[in-house]
T-cell receptor
């Protein structure tokens, strides 16, 4: 398995501000993923973050709203910009590990509430 | 477009019962299927991973089966315990590394 930590674990933010979420993995991984889970919903992939290249965003998510950094193979950040109450969600980072790098592991999540 | 559905949406059972949670997907061209557990307000814990070439996987009291041709997977929980109470999510992976999640089954096991 993988040990994945996220900071902060939760935050309450004001509308219009930005929050940067950090994800740290205990060993090097090629790909890191950022997911969003809105209240009462399942998870949706925001983007895939590869080291040394720009993140690949899924339909409905844009870099201006969710800029991502991937400075090395163990760390990534996701920023939620110009927040509105609709951004209130749990944000989770994820990596592929295991035999053949098939199994996906998730961090503990960051619970964001926007007032 | 791949869609993943889980039935039932919620389940409440007494301790000791054997349970079956269902997951169905619309496109059988999957790479693998993974079952997760999520406790309230927490991240996801990987329970079982089934490759597309496999029919089932077992871990302790958990057994997951996969019938790719019919687009179905089941998670069997034997002798349920209150500690099993959580939301159970299935997710399929296609040729990309993107996971497509089901809507989840919220399980409550009462003493």
């Amino acid at each position: 398995s993988a040990v994945i930590s996220q900071k902060p674990s939760r935050d309450i933010c004001q509308r219009g501000t930005s929050l940067t979420i950090q994800c740290q993995v205990d060993s090097q991984v090629t790909m890191m993923f950022w997911y969003r889970q809105q209240p009462g919903q399942s998870l949706t992939l925001i983007a895939t973050a590869n080291q040394g290249s720009e993140a690949t965003y899924e339909s409905g998510f844009v870099i201006d709203k969710f800029p991502i950094s991937r400075p090395n193979l163990t760390f990534s950040t996701l920023t939620v910009s110009n927040m509105s109450p609709e951004d209130s969600s749990i944000y989770l980072c994820s990596v592929l590990r295991g035999k053949g790098y098939n199994e996906q592991f998730f961090g503990p999540g960051t619970r964001l509430t926007v007032l | 477009k791949q869609e993943v559905t889980q039935i039932p949406a919620a389940l409440s059972v007494p301790e000791g019962e054997n349970l079956v949670l269902n997951c169905s997907f619309t496109d059988s061209a999957i790479y693998n299927l993974q079952w997760f557990r999520q406790d309230p307000g927490k991240g996801l814990t990987s329970l079982l991973l089934i490759q597309s070439s496999q029919r089932e996987q077992t871990s302790g009291r958990l057994n997951a089966s996969l019938d790719k041709s019919s687009g179905r997977s089941t998670l069997y929980i034997a002798a349920s315990q209150p500690g099993d109470s959580a939301t159970y999510l299935c997710a399929v992976k296609e040729n990309t590394d993107k996971l497509i999640f089901g809507t989840g089954t919220r399980l409550q096991v009462f003493p």
